[in-house]
Structures are given as structure tokens and as C-alpha cells.
């Protein structure tokens, strides 16, 4: 597909086909012997998800998003266990603990991360114009000449995220919003199938975060891509993410529908963290089973719902609320 094409797109969502784009197997990371952070994880994103990954403070999301995403080596083989895999795009990107992710694999995932990761004095044009570089022959992206084609896709990532009259100003005099953005534009010019996702949201105030995750959103519908997006506030992953992944102590605890998430279950993942973890008014409402659903569902989808930033909520205790034998058949529950 052309460039311009990547970044214009609006021809539709594609929808969740069957194959594979994040296949992970088996998958242990300790930064200390002995203790591992990832414990045994394996899962697996379809083409065209778009998947929470929530899990308290400390409960390895950002370990499993790097190791995901080729950053950080998982753990080989050891004291008679077998290593892990991890398959990106239908390519090993991680196998016996060593990684092998090639320039090529590499451009075909879009990562963002919590800080940015923009080049501070450099404007946002040129910032989103790296993006580029895994498409460009290597002495052009090395030397970062970047012709008026390459520029032109740039302005047009930075039109669609809605921060073209940015464009010229150094990236650390625009708001954290604005930025993340910008972060947001190098992965739309990047042309990348996957976006990875560290906690996207996590310093920004409310209204921006909502600005970024309907983008990543639309990326996710008009463009197809696959997403996987940690983040810390579980309302979040209700409101845009029909599946949510929860990590506990490094394991899988919970792998299923969004919408079989109950407060029960939540406080139990997040423990005293809980009460800073939900927003009144997202539309989500419990049902008598204990579940959380959509008030307005279509706002669910489309992003478009009634949103107010009020101050925090405390959720009920777990007590009052069991987690019932549908939520286990709806979703993979083992905590
Ligand atoms: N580079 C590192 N060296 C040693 N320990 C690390 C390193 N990175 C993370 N850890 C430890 O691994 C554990 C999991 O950290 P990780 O950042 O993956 O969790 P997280 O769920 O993303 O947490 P948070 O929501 O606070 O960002 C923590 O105990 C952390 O201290």
C-alpha cells in the first residue's frame, strides 16, 4: 500500500480475521535469577484486536509489552524448563531467549510508549518523519534527509492526528497530549500492522487521554491494525477494548471479553489500588451478575459517548458482588 494511502485511509475497519499477529508461548522474564517477573505467559492477539492489558502496579505489563515487542529478551532455557517463544506478524521475534527481529519485522510494529520517546529539540515534523526510516535505504535514514514526499506522508500523519499547525515547533514545547500524538503520527507514517502500547495514557490529563485512545482506535477500525494497549485505568479498557488481557504476579489472570469484568474481580487484581481506578459516568453500569456493561453500547464502539471527568469512585467491596460461572465461561479465569 502507498504511503499516502497508509496515512489517509478511511476505507472501513477490517475486522478480526483468524490469523495470528501476536502468538507468545510459554513466556518467563526475570531480571534476577530466580524471580521471575513473566511467569509462564502465553497469549495470542488475531489480526484486527484491539486488547487491553491491565494488571496492577508491579504485575509485569510493561516486561510482557517489550518483550512482545522485541525490546528486552525473555529467558531461555533454564534448569530444565523449556524457553519461550514469541511469534510477531508470523515471524519468531523472540526464540530460546535471543532475539531476532529484523529492520524489516521492526517497521511492521508500531510502539508507543508512556514517555513519547520524541527527539526533544527536533520539530514534530521531523519527528514523525522517523518513522520513515525502516522504509528508507539505509545511508538517506542514517543521515536523516528526508525529501519532500516523505515530508508531505509527515504532514499528513500529523493532519489526521489534528496537530498540523504544530508541525514546525520543537517537539518539548507541545503538551504531553499533543505529543503522544505526534508518537501516534510516526506510527501511522511507519505503516505498522501492529501497535504496541505501554501504558499510552497513563500521564495525561482526561481529556487528552480520550483524544489518544479514539485515535488509537480509529487506527484500529479504519485502519486494521492490531492493538495491544496496556494501560492503568480498567474504564479505559472497558470503553475501547472489547478484550481484556490482566496480568497478576507476572500470570494470566484473566483473558476474555472486556465486559465480563466485575468490580469483584477487579479489586482482587488491583487490591488497594482499586479505588483509584474507576470514573463514574463512562457508561458503564453493573448488572444484577455482577458484570460491567455499556449503558449506551454503541457509545462504547464508537467513542462518541457523554463524558465527564469527575473525581474518583470507590468501587463496592468484593464481597458484594461474586463473580458468577458465566464471567468464567465467558473469559479464561484463574485468579
Ligand atoms: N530493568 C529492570 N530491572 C530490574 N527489575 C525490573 C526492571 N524492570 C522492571 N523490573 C521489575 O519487574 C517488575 C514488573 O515491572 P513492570 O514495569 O513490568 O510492571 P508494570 O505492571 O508495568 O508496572 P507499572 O504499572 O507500575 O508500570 C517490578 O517489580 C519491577 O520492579
Known sequence: MPLLAIVTTRSGGRGVTTEAVIDAIGISKSYQRGKPVLNDVSISLKRGEMVALIGASGSGKSTLIRSLAGLIPIDGAR???????????????????????????????????????????LSLLTNVCFGLLGRLPTARGT??????????????????????????????????????????????????????ADEPIASLDPASSRRVMDLVADMNRQ?????????????????????????????VAYDGP????????????????????????????????????????QAAVNGNGHWSDP??????????????RPHAKAGRLTA
Request: hydrophobic content about 40%; proline content about 6%; overall charge positive.
Open 258 to 297: 472486556s465486559s465480563a469484568l466485575t468490580p469483584a474481580f477487579l479489586n482482587n487484581i488491583y487490591g488497594a489500588e482499586s479505588e483509584e481506578l474507576f470514573l463514574p459516568n463512562f457508561g458503564a453500569v453493573p448488572e444484577p451478575d455482577g458484570g460491567l456493561h455499556w449503558s449506551d453500547p
Open 311 to 324: 473525581p474518583t469512585v470507590v468501587m463496592p467491596p468484593a464481597s458484594t458482588v461474586a463473580m458468577t
Open 223 to 251: 485502519d486494521g491494525l492490531t492493538v495491544l494497549v496496556s494501560l492503568h485505568q480498567v474504564e479505559y479498557a472497558m470503553k475501547y477494548c472489547p478484550r481484556t488481557i490482566a496480568l497478576k504476579d507476572g500470570k
Open 143 to 196: 543521515l536523516g534527509r528526508f525529501s519532500d514526499d516523505d515530508k508531505r506522508v509527515a504532514m499528513q500523519a500529523l493532519a489526521r492526528v489534528g496537530i498540523a499547525e504544530h508541525a514546525l515547533r520543537r517537539a518539548n514545547d507541545l503538551s504531553g497530549g499533543q505529543q503522544q500524538r505526534a508518537a501516534i503520527a510516526r506510527s501511522l507514517v511507519q505503516g505498522a500492522e501492529l501497535l504496541i
Open 79 to 121: 534448569d530444565g524448563k523449556a524457553s519461550g517463544q514469541i511469534t510477531v506478524l508470523g515471524q519468531a521475534i523472540q526464540r530460546g531467549g535471543r532475539i531476532s527481529c529484523s529492520r524489516t519485522l521492526r517497521a511492521r510494529i508500531g510502539v508507543i510508549f508512556q514517555q513519547f520517546n520524541l527527539v526533544p529539540r
